[in-house]
């Protein structure tokens, strides 16, 4: 069992599960037992966190400049985008 995972019973999972999803929104874990033996987890998912404009450009502000001009010439030079003929 994951560690502070609770343990619920399949039926318990299938009469509360919307006290249960809650509590897995409010970041609680749960392991589902079927006859005494763990069959799977509920675990809260990451969410994905908001950052600002301000605080992106600070991050990639010591970050080197990129000609994009000559990013693609060089993504040009170096791959070969021609499709193939195709002998259907």
């Not at 970050?63 to 040009?76: G, Y």
Request: charged letters at 30%; glycine letters at 8%; zero cysteines.
């Amino acid at each position: 069992m994951a560690s502070g995972s609770r343990e619920i019973t399949q039926r318990e999972l299938r009469n509360e599960s919307g006290a249960i999803m809650r509590a897995v929104e409010g970041g609680k874990s749960f392991t589902v037992t079927r006859n005494g033996t763990p069959i799977g987890q509920l675990i809260p998912l990451q969410r994905r966190v908001f950052v600002g404009r301000d605080e992106v450009l600070a991050a990639f502000a010591d970050a080197p400049f990129v000609d994009a001009d000559q990013f693609r010439a060089d993504l040009d030079a170096a791959v070969d985008q021609d499709l193939p003929d195709r002998d259907w």
